[in-house]
């Protein structure tokens, strides 16, 4: 103490000593950036005098000095993480200066070129971006796709399975393409991710149509949702132009968490949660005498007979999809640095038992960044994440007679049989379906596992640097390199397997490698007294991926034993892919004060999966945003900002790997090899399919910002779509993958913010999300035809390509004419979001999700009327369907809902609780409760009215045959910053 | 020397961007790297490159047996399939009201699955014309082969859609669907130029055939199962003389096994070869019965036979616990393969001797008919034929025959739509109706 105080008086007389003579020339500010509540120094914060080029940064402990010529002044303080401050300073000398660390600030700049960035006031796009608290500050989030339900505006994410792990599709601003690539393309941290579903060969035990019935996860599953610093969405092609030709499903930007600098921070996580089943749909109420007029005598015999001796029916449902999954998920990371070096090092491992037993998931992720500034002209960033991620998904799906999938086998599986296994464990057969649920539950495995590493590297020159002219030279790329294991067991005693295949083992070893480097040219110059900025860039991009599937199947198996070895057939598949892009770009944006905001761009991009691999096509872009609010006409103050912008851009997408080739696949028999003519016609001629979006919209800011609006329209066309369609099948072909139509997507997009309330003890923060899109088919070279494999035929429903149409339309023969009977795009779909803090430490917060219109194929229904089995054959209704035509009509579903996606309240302790408790050491500790999917309020008559039955993959979304139910999420969340 | 360095670095770098710049990436021209491609083959293919389209041949010759057989025996109340699939006892019974739709599995499985066949030997037959290393002789033996697969094919279509399309030598510019003598009438003529191409091909193929093939295996025993095909093609024509010639070039004999002839082979090994589709697993016992992917024998077929007819029992067995399944039974089910690798026959000589006796129907010569119907009854356990010797009472003696001879064959619906008698199939459910044919697909576009 008393050293302190000596100090202190020592300060002040030097303090006494200096300032005069300063005085007489040049004002000296010093002080300290401390962090608002925490009182730390804040390092590398940037402090300029408003209105001039003087600045200098704060150092590691958050000390600066700056020498301004006269005073007062006002010092701008910011950097990013922080939320602007701007002080006045009358006085020379010591001040310490609060800033406030924000989230939100980080909003502000958007990355709209391949090596540029631009402040959101000034973008001309409806770019959406979620940031990690948006992310996963609510609840336990399992993916990525997943956590972004209600957070972005024009996404569409269907589910195609509850099983731990996902299995999603994003959409954004409707389909932009049916058998090329309609997920968007993934970069994190400037490495384009692997994002593939990986069939696993189950289909050839559960006799499943296509590799994507077999409802794999999708790859993202590997990225960890908390590692998320922020997420950009580029929706459409006006704001992915930049990225050509992989660009025309739009582009979702990933920025994992960077250290900041300064004192070594660590946080750690621990949430602990349940899975159960979100909606049980129950038994068929049965009794003796809808039994016995349902089969015959001896069922009702067999009924009551089980009545009699165990007190009641079995519930096998409930034995199946009951199980109460317990889930972990636990993070540890640490950042700091200093001024050359910042570092985020992490690691977590999540652990999530499904609502089927034996079923879930589990990801080991860890995860290095660093930033190092060379010198004043290199600096370097390297982001590493290793992942090891292993999923267990048992059998869900369409099959045909592989006695495998639950929702099959329980459709036809009548609940006064027994099919518990006996004392010596051994399995009864299931008299109605070649499959006991429990046996497979119990015995059969699909599982999957994956070692992934993602590495990205950037390298950054300033080549030049005066007042003016800036020029970086940005080198940048990655490697995504997936190993991924796939592995089936059927044992040979699985009642399909006795007789038949005897036993059954799949074992896949795939690889993917997928490699990106670009080089881009950044020129910055400032002309007319700063009030005109350009940034002029140019560069070029290559991309190389590679896959290797390689799936071994072993049939009749050596009693109780897995290796494909251990066999009499065994069978292997192998498939490669190679492809190359290569790609050039150059963009001009022009500031002037923050008022007009242009930008002009033209990519020109070539592919190996192009007809011709170095023929280049183009893509150019234009887009203009107006600050209304900041010309000097403007006096309005309630509303800050008043924005309209307008924005076109062209992407393409080249068809799938393959499409150009018309080859040859094998057909042995009797020992002998032989070839024969596959299904695919290929176009050696195929061009990309082409986007080009006209998107026109405006931002309104009122009373500082506390309420924003922002709406967009947007109207997007594809030329050229590539559509595989059915040839007529007697060409030996049944088919080809061709340019063939033209589509058009158009929507709105409305987004309003508000913070309703800003007291000391009671805040609310709110947002609500409308938006909409519709398709339509405006050109179609053929005749219209039913969209293979997406769908069940006509007999039942399809998506079905016709002119004048939408695209996402579902076609039935009825009565022999083809009818439209249900479209799966919704009505529109609206978020409401809301976090409220109450007596400063309560954290409150919950997202709805309304998802009006849009209508499923409920197929699983089709099951269980035919296996008697649908919950509701017991009323007068359920028997009218039941004696209905079974046609595609009857099994189309209204699939709306309203669902509270996501709860939480959280309670941070207050500072000096933790100090008082636990000391100095530990900065922070917070504890909530939160859920996912609490309730859900829908017409619809099955487990979820979000479904696929084929996975992500093109036209998909809408068609239900038996999925893993989707379930509901309980947590217990800790989290202790040091 | 920190400077120095710094420069260097910079124009290094730079000097790289500019170089990538300037030397434009050229993309090599892509290969498919998993399989050969069709042009490959079509100009001047190898021997080995002809043979592996040879078994192709053969193998793309058992594409959709399994629907072909399940289909039309539910649809010509042989049979019931049940699985998983509501459509098989639903639409192809005409449940409720429901049409045949011609965009599902039951109407597109058969039609592409025989015009993979017809399109490799249409390949088989291009290639052929566009190699050099093949003699006349070997040349004809491929071309007889390839023209006697194709017509066996088209005979297939014919009897599940009662039309075909025949010229399909250019996918983008198919020929007309033609009707049933049109196609029947250009099979036969085909058949005929096959035969003539054996008879100059030598004394061996060039390509090896399977097992099932045995004792065909040469263009001069191959013959005899062209000319199995064409006696049979003969009778669908209504022309009894032709068949009967047919016949006699053939491998029938009313004194030979009834088994005789070329067969489908059936592996579990790779390269897409396949398991005999129409093999069900047999229930075991009343607690381990197999009724959720079975064959289900139609009771009629059960009811109709004569007592002691031996072809119920092996080839059908009584379901242990014969439950129902939307709203339909049976009290047996199929026994007609042992093992899902069971061959089944192409043409054997029972059919033959079947062909004999309708060929000898509409030539009159009656006696020759009953002879043949009783080589039949008798094989199955019964005594000889004693109704009316009239060509209409041995023509419905011959259905019959038929109809036990060749049950879950691809036989019946056709039988019986030929003869005009599908109106005399039973209705099971009410509201059912009952097809005789399938719809063409739509992507045929016709």
């Not at chain 1, 034996?358 to 370097?380: A, E, K, M, Q, Y």
């Not at chain 1, 007319?528 to 560069?539: A, E, P, R, V, Y």
Request: charged share 20%; hydrophobic share 35%; net charge negative.
């Amino acid at each position: 103490m008393k050293k302190h105080n000596h100090f202190c008086k020592m300060k002040i007389l030097l303090l006494l000593i200096f300032v005069p003579t300063l005085l007489l020339a040049q004002e000296t500010i010093t002080g300290k950036v401390v962090v608002e509540g925490t009182g730390q120094g804040a390092p590398f914060m940037n402090i300029i005098e408003e209105g001039t080029n003087n600045g200098t940064s704060s150092d590691i402990d958050g000390n600066f000095s700056i020498t301004v010529s006269s005073l007062p002044v006002n010092l701008k303080v910011f950097a990013l993480g922080f939320a602007e401050k701007t002080v006045p300073v009358a006085t020379a000398g010591n001040i310490t200066i609060q800033v406030a660390e924000s989230t939100e600030s980080l909003e502000e700049v958007v990355v709209t070129g391949l090596g540029s960035s631009i402040k959101r006031a000034n973008l001309a796009n409806a770019v959406s971006t979620v940031s990690s608290e948006e992310l996963v500050g609510n609840t336990g989030q399992t993916t990525v796709d997943g956590a972004l339900y209600g957070k972005v505006t024009g996404v569409n994410i269907t589910s195609s399975s509850g099983a731990p792990g996902g299995g999603f599709a994003l959409r954004l601003r409707g389909v932009s393409s049916i058998n090329g690539n309609n997920q968007p393309l993934v970069i994190v941290d400037g490495v384009y991710i692997n994002n593939v579903e990986i069939p696993s060969g189950l289909r050839f035990a559960s006799g499943g149509n296509r590799g994507n019935e077999e409802n794999s996860g999708n790859r993202l599953a590997d990225l960890d949702p908390n590692d998320i610093e922020n997420i950009e969405v580029l929706k459409g092609s006006s704001a992915a132009a930049i990225y050509g030709q992989r660009g025309n499903a739009g582009v979702v930007i990933i920025t994992t968490k960077r250290g900041k600098g300064g004192k070594t921070k660590i946080s750690f996580s621990q949430d602990t949660g349940i899975n159960v089943i979100q909606n049980k749909l129950g038994l068929r109420p049965w009794t003796a005498a809808s039994v016995e007029s349902t089969f015959n005598a001896a069922e009702r015999d067999k009924y009551n007979a089980t009545i009699a001796s165990n007190g009641g029916l079995y519930d096998y449902e409930d034995e199946i999809y009951g199980n109460t999954g317990f889930i972990t998920d636990t993070r540890i990371n640490a950042t700091g640095g200093n001024e050359k070096t910042k570092f985020y090092v992490g690691g977590s491992y999540r652990d999530e038992e499904g609502i089927i037993k034996n079923t879930g998931f589990d990801r080991l992720s860890l995860r290095t960044n660093i930033d190092h500034r060379i010198s004043d002209v290199f600096d370097f960033t390297s982001t590493t994440n290793y992942v090891r991620s292993n999923s267990s998904r048992s059998f869900t799906g369409n099959e045909n007679e592989g006695g495998l999938s639950y929702g099959y086998t329980l459709a036809f599986t009548r609940p006064w049989n027994n099919l518990y296994p006996d004392a010596d464990g051994n399995y009864p057969n299931n008299p109605n379906y070649p499959g006991n649920p429990i046996f497979v539950r119990d015995q059969a495995k699909n599982e999957d596992s994956n070692n992934r590493i993602i590495q990205g590297f950037k390298l950054n020159t300033k080549l030049f640097t005066r007042e003016n002219n800036r020029v970086r030279l940005i080198l940048n790329g990655g490697v995504d390199y997936l190993a991924n294991e796939t592995y089936v067991y059927v044992p040979e005693t699985h009642q399909a397997q006795v007789g038949n295949q005897e036993g059954f083992v799949a074992q896949g070893k795939n690889n993917f490698t997928q490699f990106n480097a670009q080089a881009i040219a950044v020129w910055n110059n400032t002309s007319l007294n700063g009030d005109l900025d350009l940034t002029t860039q140019f560069g070029i991009t290559y991309l190389n991926q590679k896959s290797n599937l390689v799936n071994s199947r072993g049939s009749d198996l050596t009693g109780g034993q897995t290796n494909v070895d251990q066999s009499v057939n065994q069978v292997i598949d192998q498939f490669f892919s190679r492809e190359k892009d290569f790609g050039y770009f150059a963009q001009v944006e022009g500031n002037y004060k923050d008022q007009f905001i242009a930008t002009l761009g033209y990519r020109l991009d070539k592919s190996s999966r192009n007809g011709d691999p170095n023929k280049l096509y183009g893509f150019p872009k234009a887009s203009l945003a107006v600050n209304i609010a900041n010309l000097d006409f403007w006096t309005l103050e309630a509303i800050n900002q008043f924005k309209v912008r307008a924005a076109y851009g062209e992407t393409g997408n080249p068809a799938a790997f393959g499409a150009t080739f018309t080859s040859l696949g094998s057909s042995n028999t009797g020992g002998n090899g032989g070839t024969s003519v596959a299904g695919l016609k290929g176009d050696p001629d195929v061009e990309p399919e082409t986007a080009s979006e006209f998107e026109v919209g405006f931002d309104l800011g009122l009373l500082n910002s506390r309420v924003s609006l922002e709406a967009t329209y947007y109207h997007k066309n594809v030329k050229d779509l590539i559509l595989s369609r059915s040839l007529p099948a007697s060409s030996g072909f049944t088919t080809e993958t061709t340019n063939l139509a033209d589509l058009k997507n158009e929507g709105v997009e409305l987004a309003v913010r508000g913070d309703v309330f800003d007291g000391d003890n009671f805040r609310w923060n709110t947002g609500v999300q409308f938006y909409l899109n519709r398709s339509e088919i405006t050109r179609l070279d053929v005749p219209a035809f039913a969209q293979p494999g997406a769908g069940f035929g006509t007999g039942l429903g399809t998506f079905y390509i016709e002119e004048g149409k939408p695209v996402t339309q579902l076609v039935g023969n009825i009565n022999g004419t083809l009818t439209q009977v249900g479209n799966v795009e919704p009505d529109f779909q609206m978020a409401f979001n809301n976090q409220l803090t109450i007596l400063k430490q309560w954290d409150v917060s919950f997202l709805l999700q309304w998802k009006k219109g849009g209508d499923n194929l409920n197929l699983s229904r089709f099951l269980t009327d035919l296996g008697g089995t649908s919950p509701d054959l017991e009323t007068a209704e359920g028997q009218a369907r039941l004696a209905s035509t079974a046609d595609a009509l009857r099994f189309v579903e209204p699939a709306g809902y309203l669902r509270l996606r996501e709860a939480a309240i959280y309670y941070r302790l207050p500072s000096k609780t933790v100090t008082n408790w636990l000391g100095e050491s530990v900065e922070g500790i917070k504890l909530g409760v939160s859920a996912r999917n609490l309730f859900t309020i829908t017409d619809y008559s099955s487990y979820d009215p979000e479904v696929s039955v084929n996975g992500g993959a093109g036209l998909s979304s809408g068609i239900e045959v038996t999925p893993f139910p989707s379930s509901q999420q309980f947590y217990f969340h800790l989290n202790v910053n040091f | 020397m920190k400077n120095i360095f710094k420069i260097k670095m910079k124009y290094t770098i730079t000097g790289a961007l500019f170089a990538l710049l300037i030397t434009s990436c050229t993309i090599d021209e892509v290969v498919d790297p998993n399989g050969p491609s069709v042009v490959g083959v079509l100009n001047g293919a190898s021997k080995k490159q002809l043979n592996e389209l040879a078994t192709g041949v053969e193998s793309t010759s058992r594409n959709g047996l399994g629907v072909e057989v399940t289909a039309s025996g539910t649809m010509a109340r042989e049979l019931y399939l049940f699985d998983a699939d509501p459509r098989n006892t639903g639409n192809l019974l005409g449940k409720d009201g429901v049409s045949l739709d011609n965009n599902s599995f039951y109407s597109t499985a058969q039609w592409n699955g025989s015009y993979r066949c017809v399109k490799n030997a249409s390949l088989l037959i291009e290639a052929v014309a566009n190699t050099n290393v093949v003699s006349e002789e070997e040349k004809s033996g491929y071309l007889g082969y390839a023209k006697t697969m194709k017509a066996y094919e088209l005979i297939q279509i014919l009897k599940s859609y009662g039309t075909a399309r025949v010229d399909i030598s250019d996918p983008d510019n198919l020929g007309p669907v033609l009707g049933f003598d049109a196609t029947l009438a250009a099979v036969r003529s085909l058949l005929d130029e096959a035969n003539t191409d054996l008879s100059n091909a030598g004394s061996t193929f060039a390509f090896t055939l399977s097992d099932g093939f045995t004792d065909f295996d040469t263009p001069s025993t191959f013959a005899l199962f062209n000319r199995a095909v064409a006696a049979v093609a003969a009778v669908y024509a209504g022309d009894g003389s032709s068949s009967l010639t047919s016949l006699s070039s053939s491998f029938f004999s009313l004194t030979a096994g009834l088994t005789t002839g070329p067969k489908y082979v059936f592996g579990l090994g790779g390269g897409n070869d396949r398991a005999n589709p129409v093999f069900r697993v047999a229930s075991v016992s009343a607690t381990e019965p197999n009724n959720g992917d079975q064959i289900i024998v139609h009771d009629s077929w059960i009811n109709d036979a004569e007592a002691g007819d031996t072809r119920v029992t092996t080839k059908t067995a009584v379901r242990p616990d014969p439950s129902i399944q939307d709203g339909l039974t049976g009290t047996h089910e199929t026994r007609l393969y042992a093992t899902n690798v069971t061959p089944i026959d192409i043409i054997r000589n029972e059919e033959l001797i079947l062909v004999y006796a309708e060929a000898s129907i509409l030539a009159n010569n009656l006696t020759d008919a009953v002879t043949a119907l009783d080589v039949i009854r008798n094989a199955a356990g019964l005594p000889n034929y004693s109704g009316a010797v009239t060509a209409d009472a041995l023509t419905t003696e011959m259905l019959n025959q038929r109809r036990y001879s060749l049950w879950a064959e691809n036989h019946r619906m056709f039988d019986l739509r030929r003869y005009s008698l599908s109106n005399t199939l039973p209705i099971d459910r009410a509201g059912d109706q009952v097809f005789n044919i399938l719809p063409i697909p739509l992507s045929e576009n016709e």
